[in-house]
């Protein structure tokens, strides 16, 4: 959990409870994403499923229809293609498969987990903020499972050369180490660990400046392509399950539980409308538009997040590789180089805009943040950058929403406990990658547990913050 509405950037914008009720688009009015505004991810790996299925005969009559094609929506085909491969199942999506958060974002499995680990524990007490802080790690872990059970090592360009946050202020690095500290006192022995300001300049060959308050690295941890991996968990499913059909450019635009006797659910696209036994919403920042619990303080909202990837421009680039992930202040900037000496993908969340969800207009050239992305570039990895020009050097410029809550808990479970047969893992607050494996495979069991007539309870690892009526 992250209290990001805490930081200056947010608490500037959140002025009033009208802000947790913002403009969430109409499912049919998601803008239309324009080439030049497509992610790195999204312009280098083309899904074929968004051609090879349009056409796909929508059912009328199913078990389960999964709304949402990112990460979520794939660990839920994926967990049914486990458990219950005959079940007939729809996944239905607004636009391109996987264009959401999951094609936008940054590509980071994992960071050093001990971080707001004391301030955590005074909110939600010591027991459950230390299974949040475990938790990342259980996700890492099951999704690199996944991962190496399905052989996509490769395909998903999996890089475990570890991550490190380097600390911008001493308070940051005090904290650090306090919230090490707090979870040994408390049984935990952390994976992550502190290196002091040499250990960190001579490991990662950064500028001496820049670490001078050290950091913390996890070694099990890294980047891959997101993407693909939906892409391939999409595939996966699709091979195991006869029933499975995928629609995408079907957006729902109503979710209507029917009592006929038993409760099933009518399901309303554009296309025509399906009725289903079970709803699995995957919808992240959307979410409230076609389901009301998911809506207001209680619920998510979205924030506009902004990346840049830039081709390195030093004559002698080629030989060089970042191997490791790097984030700084708290992972504000978090940036990589991809495979082969590719390009470098940088976020800074100085940029992000709250109730903001037009994902097809990037950041005006003349934004500051982009300056101080360049200098952060040109003064800490000279080995690829120097005298920047941004109109040439930057090579996809783009903008993904993120869903974020008031507590900075997921919601995983029922949305509402009138509606037994919804279920939903949403609002991710920006840590999709580090919690949507995990919490995509609870809320698929529950569901999965309510379609057989079964009790279900979410493992005791599961943190109760993120548990919505399970
Ligand atoms: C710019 C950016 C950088 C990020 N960087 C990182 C990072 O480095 N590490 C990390 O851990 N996390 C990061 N995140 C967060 C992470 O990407 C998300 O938490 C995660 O991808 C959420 O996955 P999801 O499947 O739940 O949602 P999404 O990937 O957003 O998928 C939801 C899908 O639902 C569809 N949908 C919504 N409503 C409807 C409807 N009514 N009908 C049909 N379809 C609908 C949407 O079109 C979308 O495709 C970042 C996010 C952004 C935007």
Redesign the pocket.
């Known amino acids: 959990m992250s209290t990001w509405l805490d930081t200056p950037t947010y608490a500037a914008q959140f002025n009033s409870s009208e802000d947790f009720n913002g403009s969430v688009p109409r499912?049919d009015d998601?803008p239309e994403i324009a080439e030049e505004s497509r992610s790195y991810w999204i312009r280098e790996h083309r899904i074929d499923l968004d051609h090879t299925q349009v056409d796909t005969h929508l059912p009328t009559n199913v078990d389960v229809v999964i709304?949402?094609?990112?990460?979520?929506?794939?660990v839920a085909a994926l967990r049914i293609s486990e458990k219950k491969p005959e079940l007939r199942t729809a996944l239905?999506?607004?636009?391109g498969i996987?264009?959401?958060?999951?094609?936008?974002?940054?590509?980071?499995i994992a960071r050093p987990e001990c971080y707001h680990l004391v301030k955590t524990a005074k909110i939600i007490g010591t027991e459950d903020a230390i299974k949040l802080r475990k938790f990342g790690n259980i996700n890492r872990d099951m999704m690199l499972d996944c991962i190496e059970k399905l052989g996509l090592s490769e395909d998903v360009d999996l890089r475990l050369n570890g991550n490190i946050n380097v600390f911008e202020t001493q308070e940051e690095k005090d904290n650090a180490l306090e919230d090490i500290k707090f979870a040994k006192e408390n049984g935990f022995e952390p994976e992550g660990y502190y290196l002091d300001p040499e250990a960190t300049t001579k490991k990662f060959g950064l500028d001496a400046e820049l670490c001078r308050y050290g950091s913390a690295l996890l070694e099990r941890a890294g980047t891959f392509y997101?993407r693909k991996f939906v892409h391939n968990l999409l595939l996966t499913a699709l091979e195991r399950m006869p029933n499975l059909t995928i629609h995408p450019y079907?957006?729902?635009?109503a979710v209507r539980k029917v009592e006929t006797p038993d409760v099933q659910y009518e399901i309303r696209t554009p296309r025509g409308t399906i009725t289903s036994k079970a709803v699995f919403h995957?919808?992240?920042?959307?979410?409230g538009?076609?389901c009301p619990p998911l809506k207001g303080s209680n619920g998510v909202f979205g924030a506009k997040?902004?990346?840049l990837a830039l081709s390195p421009n030093t004559p002698g680039n080629r030989d060089k590789q970042l191997k490791y992930g790097f984030g700084y202040a708290d992972f504000w900037h978090?940036l990589h180089q991809r495979p082969a000496h590719g390009s470098f993908l940088y976020?800074l969340a100085d940029a992000e805009i709250l109730n903001d969800y037009d994902d097809s207009i990037t950041l005006p050239t003349d934004h500051p943040v982009r300056a101080k992305m360049a200098e952060m570039l040109e003064r800490n990895f000279p080995d690829w950058f120097e005298n920047l020009d941004l109109s040439k050097d930057v090579t996809h410029d783009w903008?993904?929403?993120?869903?974020l809550t008031m507590t900075g808990a997921s919601i995983v479970g029922r949305p509402s406990i009138e509606s037994p047969g919804e279920f939903a893992?949403?609002g991710?607050?920006?840590?999709?990658?580090?919690?949507?494996f995990a919490s995509g495979t609870v809320a698929s069991d529950a569901m999965l547990a309510y379609l057989d007539g079964s009790e279900y309870s979410p493992p005791d690892w599961f943190p109760h913050c993120y548990r919505r009526n399970i």
Do not use: D, K, W
């Not at 903008?399 to 869903?403: C, H, K, L």
């Open positions: 499912p998601f709304i949402g094609s990112g990460i979520t929506g794939a239905v999506e607004a636009r996987c264009t959401g958060a999951t094609g936008r974002n940054g590509g980071f997101p079907t957006p729902v635009e995957a919808t992240n920042a959307y979410a538009n076609i997040a902004h990346l978090y976020g903008t993904g929403i993120q869903g893992s949403v991710h607050n920006g840590e999709g990658m580090g919690r949507c």
